[in-house]
């Protein structure tokens, strides 16, 4: 017996002859709409096979002594850069005043005159009539109070920042300089008016503890007294002519951790469901006030996430969350 004979035996589904089948349109919209259904199925079920899932973990971080990268960007229009102290202060203890390793102080016009950059030339404004060309035996006074430990010569004031510095460390208010040789032979007071209606940018990083703290713009130079962490408010209050310090402020950027590459636009629509990491909640805010004794508070959490997308090597990063874990 052939073998095709053999094969047709088990045939469940027994066709009837050519001359006794009807074809109707119905048939047709059912075939033509069974296929299309299974085509969808296994489509789906392809789909379905190739979707990537994410699976959030929340882990405890156990590193101690790690630190954190804090990337700013932040203009102040009416407060001049020899006014803007940047302090670092955390839970452990450490404490960082008039913080300017890796920051920088841009000196901003006037709002009147458009708030662009000033010159660099102007930049050096009275760099050189501090104490560099001075007498190699000359000690200056620090008018009874000690001097400071980052003194250029030990035990000596030569400049009016060492005074100023010297003055801090003993809690003592400074003001402008009057009767002070080393500020007026550098012209601080003169400068610091000539400063009046300028802003500042405060544009660079720092580093941080990973623990509860806080970093802080505030005017005047910072010292402890007591248990107290404050600043002298003197000059900032003082004014000037037809000049109103405020804190008014604009957050060009503010990022926690290091920046992650771009996404490429299929891997955007594919985490834009769960993840925000290329945005930042506080970019581009504003806050305005006419108050001098004005204080802007935000509170951020910040949540230290490790993205591992498939076939990528491990990538540490901060996320901040603006729905769940900033408070403004």
């Known amino acids: 017996m052939p073998a095709k004979s053999r094969f047709t035996r088990l045939d469940a589904f027994t066709k009837t002859v050519e001359d006794a089948r009807v074809r109707t349109t119905s048939g047709g919209i059912v075939t033509l709409t069974s296929l299309l259904l299974i085509l969808y199925l296994v489509w789906g079920e392809w789909s379905d096979y190739r979707r990537i899932t994410v699976h959030p973990e929340l882990i405890v971080d156990k590193g101690r002594g790690e630190k954190m990268e804090i ?35 841009v000196r901003l016009r006037s709002e009147s005159e458009g708030g662009g950059e000033i010159e660099t030339k102007a930049l050096e404004l009275g ?44 809690s003592w208010s400074f003001g402008q300089g009057e009767n002070v040789e080393q500020c007026e032979r550098e012209h601080y007071s003169e400068h610091l008016d000539a400063q009046r209606r300028e802003g500042c940018r405060i544009e660079g990083g720092i580093r941080v503890n990973k623990v509860v ?16 962490h404050v600043h ?34 299929s ?13 930042n909640p506080l970019d581009a805010t504003s806050q305005q006030t006419a108050e001098k004794a004005f204080n802007f508070m935000y509170f951020v ?28």
């Open 267 to 279: 891997q955007q629509i594919l985490s834009s469901a769960w993840s925000n990491h290329h945005l």
């Open 232 to 265: 002298d408010l003197e000059n900032y209050f003082a004014g000037g002519e037809g000049v109103e310090h405020t804190f008014t402020h604009q957050i060009h950027h503010l990022r926690f951790g290091p920046q992650l590459p771009d996404a490429s636009p």
């Open 71 to 105: 990337h700013m960007n932040i203009s102040f229009p009416r407060v001049p850069c020899e006014l803007l102290t940047l302090d670092v202060m955390d839970v452990s203890g450490e404490v960082q005043t008039g913080v300017m390793h890796g920051v920088n102080k």
């Open 301 to 328: 959490k910040v949540v230290s996430t490790a993205y591992l997308p498939l076939g990528w090597e491990r990538t540490g990063s901060i996320l901040d969350i603006p729905h769940e874990l900033v408070e403004l």
């Open 127 to 170: 760099a050189d009539e501090g104490g560099k060309h001075l007498d190699p035996e000359y000690c200056g006074e620090c008018y009874g109070a000690p001097a400071p430990s980052n003194a250029m010569k030990p035990g000596c004031c030569n400049t009016c920042a060492e005074v100023r510095d010297a003055y801090a460390g003993v």
């Open 213 to 228: 703290g806080n970093f802080h713009f505030a005017p005047g130079k910072s010292f402890s007294n007591g248990n107290m």
